[in-house]
């Protein structure tokens, strides 16, 4: 994913893959989506942390996405 982006106030991502393979019935498919979805978390907030103008400020919120957008 790329967060190169400056002046960010606010975004928003969706992650359906975990949703999609849970009513799939494919529970292997769906830890293993769940799990890229961790690691994609896991590189935001390593890349905000690194950038002096965001880090100590941000707040990550990460919410399922049940429903109709």
Known sequence: M????????????????TDDRAHAGRYGFYLAAAHRVDQYLEELWKFVQADPEYRGHPTLIFLPGHGPW
């Open 2 to 17: 790329d967060f190169s982006a400056k002046n960010i106030g606010s975004t928003a991502a969706s992650l359906g893959e």
